[in-house]
């Protein structure tokens, strides 16, 4: 029979039961405090230290000297290298969903005759994706509001009922009050022409 010597748990360990260390747990305590920097970092600004205006001149002359190295540094710093160009393609109006379609046809005509990049394609696709999603959005507001005063009218619009429905009562009322007095005319002429002289 083997015996093993289990060890007990250390108390101070805090990990979990899969074995990981808690969560804002470091595992090695005595490492590299969390903010330290780097020595070799450090000691390169320590030597750089009060070089950086003879640095910068000496780039410039070299530059001015004819150096393409230093020229490529001094043009990137005044003139920063563009990472896309704009797009030159005319898209129709878009006020609608049906708009949207046709602008996303002009894209993959345009893509199609070689006037576009697919790449340029693609994020004009996109701009209209996001077109498309806030006129839903946009859709999807209106008809809930519809709904909800449909099912709850606000004051003013059941005080506009309540004035419509006594304004019909009252029109219904005289229409009603004029036929019963001619009826009650006519009942009196054909009374008085049945009973009268022969």
């Known amino acids: 029979m083997l015996i093993m010597n289990?060890?007990?748990p250390d108390p101070n360990d805090r990990k979990n039961r899969t074995g990981q260390w808690e969560k804002g747990t470091?595992?090695?305590p005595a490492g590299r405090p969390r903010g330290s920097r780097n020595r070799a970092?450090?000691?390169?600004?320590q030597l750089l230290d009060g070089q950086a205006e003879k640095l910068v001149q000496k780039v410039v002359t070299s530059a001015l000297e004819g150096n393409t190295h230093a020229m490529a540094i001094c043009l990137d710093r005044l003139i920063p290298r563009c990472k896309e160009r704009t797009i030159n393609f005319d898209t129709p109006p878009i006020n609608n969903y049906n708009d949207i379609l046709r602008a996303a046809e002009t894209i993959f005509d345009g893509i199609g005759k070689g006037q576009i990049t697919p790449t340029?394609?693609?994020k004009l696709t996109r701009v209209l994706q996001f077109q498309f999603q806030s006129y839903m959005a946009l859709?999807?507001?209106?008809r809930i509001a519809a709904i909800e005063r449909e099912l709850f009218p606000s004051k003013e619009e059941v005080e506009f009922e309540k004035e419509k429905r006594?304004?019909?009562?009252?029109?219904f009322k005289l229409e009603a009050q004029d036929k019963l007095t001619l009826t009650e005319e006519k009942?009196?002429?054909?009374?008085?022409?049945t009973h009268g002289p022969s």
């Open 139 to 142: 859709d999807f507001e209106s």
């Open 41 to 45: 970092s450090i000691m390169m600004e």
């Open 6 to 8: 289990a060890t007990p």
């Open 26 to 28: 470091s595992g090695n």
């Open 166 to 171: 006594a304004e019909l009562l009252t029109e």
């Open 187 to 193: 009942v009196i002429q054909d009374e008085g022409g």
């Open 120 to 122: 340029e394609g693609e």
